[in-house]
């Protein structure tokens, strides 16, 4: 499962606001926010629904044990997406690679 860092790394990776992750998750801002700073631990369902939303935009968990948790752009990017472009909640995915 997503671990608070991951989230915040993630939203980094592809240029996301809490705003934008929290719309693509369907959850309430304030939950990423306390998530991300580790202030309360969100439902599993929540949790599941903000790393659905990561794996969606093209982040991808690495999880090789405690040395090596982060992450990076799968494969499976959309055209478009990176800094400052694409990706957002409600964009175009015609492009697909």
């Given at each position: 499962?997503?671990?608070?860092?991951?989230?915040?790394?993630?939203?980094?990776?592809i240029e996301w606001t809490e705003d934008q992750l929290?719309?693509?998750?369907r959850v309430s801002v304030r939950t990423i926010a306390?998530?991300?700073?580790?202030?309360?631990?969100?439902?599993?369902?929540?949790?599941?629904?903000?790393?659905?939303?990561?794996?969606?935009?093209?982040?991808?968990?690495?999880?090789?044990?405690?040395?090596?948790?982060?992450?990076?752009?799968?494969?499976?990017?959309?055209?478009?997406?990176?800094p400052g472009a694409g990706g957002r909640p409600g964009?175009?995915?015609?492009?697909?690679?």
């Amino acid at each position: 499962m997503i671990t608070a860092s991951q989230c915040r790394a993630g939203r980094a990776l592809i240029e996301w606001t809490e705003d934008q992750l929290a719309e693509a998750a369907r959850v309430s801002v304030r939950t990423i926010a306390d998530f991300e700073h580790e202030r309360n631990l969100p439902p599993m369902t929540s949790l599941q629904a903000i790393e659905a939303a990561l794996l969606g935009a093209g982040v991808a968990l690495v999880d090789g044990g405690k040395a090596e948790v982060g992450v990076r752009h799968s494969r499976k990017r959309r055209v478009g997406d990176g800094p400052g472009a694409g990706g957002r909640p409600g964009g175009d995915d015609r492009h697909r690679r």
